[in-house]
């Protein structure tokens, strides 16, 4: 028997590769001769990158940046000849960011524009950045002074590229910037479609858990839409650029690139369709499937790009009341591990041991035939 275990990570609580290997020891457990394929994946939120690497060999890099307090520190990015990916998180993500510390408005993500940089200078022709989970609300304009765009308030005093100074910018220069050449392919890997401002945009949707004070939530936004209106009006019309505080804006309107589906990229870079072949069974998860995870998210992504036939079995944190009836989405039945009631904290900590123990039901279910 052939399964292919292709979850996405388990937010705050396991990467993608050990949810899969939870999962590959449960059956093993249960059905001695099973044949394992590990495929960890991600749709763009934080964990992606890192889900992508070992499939396809990567070699990780470090260079130097400039931080999210505007210090110099060591960002990752993982490479193979003329393909690289990166993940904003590795900089600016919320989990980096110590609690006191959590004001959006004030994170800096310069560095991603000056990684961008550094990777053209090296060669790569096709970038692929993670943008999911971040502490930043600049609304993009990190990215910009990475690239070498300045800011002034009306005195001519030079501004911090962060969403602080969106209240402030009157003038803007691009004299030292450094433009992207035409043949430099950069590729978003976004998990939402969200747009940059209103209701359903970056600050309205996501201020919130980056720490930023609701009754600060329409002059940000306001503030976002007022610059990107005189910059880049298009920008604001577009389906994705909410992702990261407004990072995917960034990217592009300052270094035109191209917003993809996450999850359906991520399994074009595995080459996900040759390896499912001759499957018998095919394992999705995620840490809590809901109603959103039918929006593009990692689970029903790898569900869909299963062949017809090849059942599709979620082994999830938990499920929400709010999922259609199974079977949906080829998803033919899906399991939460939650084996008792207690605090959520701990069913974090437990959440490899409770994986292994659902695999093993459900392999010993199988085994019955």
Same mark, same amino acid.
């Given at each position: 028997?052939?399964?292919?275990?292709?979850?996405?990570?388990?937010?705050?609580?396991?990467?993608?590769?050990?949810?899969?290997?939870?999962?590959k020891?449960?059956?093993?457990?249960?059905?001695?001769?099973?044949?394992?394929?590990?495929?960890?994946?991600?749709?763009?939120?934080?964990?992606?990158?890192?889900?992508?690497?070992?499939?396809?060999?990567?070699?990780?890099?470090?260079?130097?940046?400039?931080?999210?307090?505007?210090?110099?520190?060591?960002?990752?990015?993982?490479?193979? !000849?003329?393909?690289?990916?990166?993940?904003?998180?590795?900089?600016?993500?919320?989990?980096?960011?110590?609690?006191?510390?959590?004001?959006?408005?004030?994170?800096?993500?310069?560095?991603?524009?000056?990684?961008?940089? #550094?990777?053209?200078?090296?060669?790569?022709?096709?970038?692929?950045?993670?943008?999911?989970?971040?502490?930043?609300?600049?609304?993009?304009?990190?990215?910009?002074?990475?690239?070498g765009?300045?800011?002034?308030?009306k005195?001519?005093?030079?501004?911090?590229?962060?969403?602080?100074?969106?209240?402030?910018?009157?003038?803007?220069?691009?004299?030292?910037?450094? #433009?992207?050449?035409d043949?430099?392919?950069?590729?978003?890997?976004a998990?939402?479609?969200?747009?940059?401002?209103?209701? #359903?945009?970056?600050?309205?949707?996501?201020?919130?858990?980056?720490?930023?004070?609701?009754?600060?939530?329409?002059?940000?936004?306001?503030?976002?839409?007022?610059?990107?209106?005189?910059? =880049?009006?298009?920008?604001?019309?577009?389906?994705?650029?909410?992702?990261?505080?407004?990072?995917?804006?960034?990217?592009? =309107?300052?270094?035109? =690139?191209?917003?993809?589906?996450?999850?359906?990229?991520?399994?074009?870079?595995?080459?996900?369709?040759?390896k499912?072949?001759?499957?018998?069974?095919?394992?999705?998860?995620?840490?809590?499937?809901?109603?959103?995870?039918?929006?593009?998210? =990692?689970?029903?992504?790898?569900?869909? !790009?299963?062949? !017809?036939?090849?059942?599709?079995?979620?082994?999830?944190?938990?499920?929400?009341?709010?999922?259609?009836?199974?079977?949906?989405?080829?998803?033919?039945?899906?399991?939460?591990?939650?084996?008792?009631s207690?605090?959520?904290?701990?069913?974090?900590?437990?959440?490899?041991?409770?994986?292994?123990?659902?695999?093993?039901?459900?392999?010993?279910?199988?085994?019955?035939r």
């Open positions: 028997m052939k399964i292919v275990i292709a979850p996405d990570s388990f937010k705050e609580s396991l990467p993608a590769n050990q949810v899969a290997e939870a999962i020891r449960g059956f093993e457990r249960a059905i001695p001769n099973v044949e394992c394929l590990l495929l960890p994946v991600g749709d763009g939120g934080e964990g992606t990158v890192d889900a992508i690497k070992s499939s396809l060999g990567l070699e990780e890099k470090t260079v130097q940046v400039t931080g999210p307090f505007g210090d110099e520190v060591l960002m990752s990015y993982f490479q193979k !000849r003329e393909l690289a990916l990166f993940e904003v998180a590795n900089l600016v993500g919320l989990a980096k960011i110590p609690f006191e510390k959590r004001n959006p408005l004030e994170i800096q993500t310069k560095g991603i524009g000056q990684l961008i940089l #550094h990777l053209i200078e090296q060669g790569i022709k096709d970038i692929y950045v993670g943008v999911g989970g971040t502490a930043s609300n600049d609304g993009g304009i990190g990215i910009a002074s990475g690239l765009y300045q800011f002034y308030d005195n001519g005093i030079d501004l911090k590229a962060c969403g602080q100074s969106l209240f402030e910018i009157s003038e803007i220069l691009d004299s030292r910037v450094r #433009h992207i050449p043949d430099i392919q950069i590729k978003i890997l998990d939402v479609t969200n747009p940059l401002c209103g209701p #359903h945009g970056a600050t309205f949707t996501f201020g919130k858990q980056k720490g930023l004070d609701p009754s600060k939530f329409q002059k940000v936004d306001a503030a976002i839409k007022n610059f990107y209106s005189k910059v =880049a009006p298009e920008i604001l019309k577009l389906d994705g650029v909410g992702a990261g505080g407004g990072i995917a804006a960034g990217l592009c =309107a300052f270094a035109g =690139a191209e917003i993809v589906s996450g999850i359906q990229t991520c399994l074009d870079l595995i080459n996900f369709d040759q499912v072949v001759n499957a018998d069974l095919v394992i999705v998860g995620e840490g809590r499937l809901d109603s959103q995870s039918l929006a593009g998210k =990692a689970p029903i992504g790898v569900a869909k !790009r299963t062949p !017809r036939g090849v059942p599709v079995l979620a082994i999830c944190g938990s499920l929400s009341e709010d999922l259609p009836p199974l079977p949906f989405e080829n998803i033919v039945a899906a399991f939460s591990i939650l084996e008792k207690e605090p959520l904290a701990d069913s974090l900590k437990k959440a490899a041991v409770y994986l292994e123990n659902t695999a093993a039901s459900i392999a010993r279910i199988m085994s019955l």
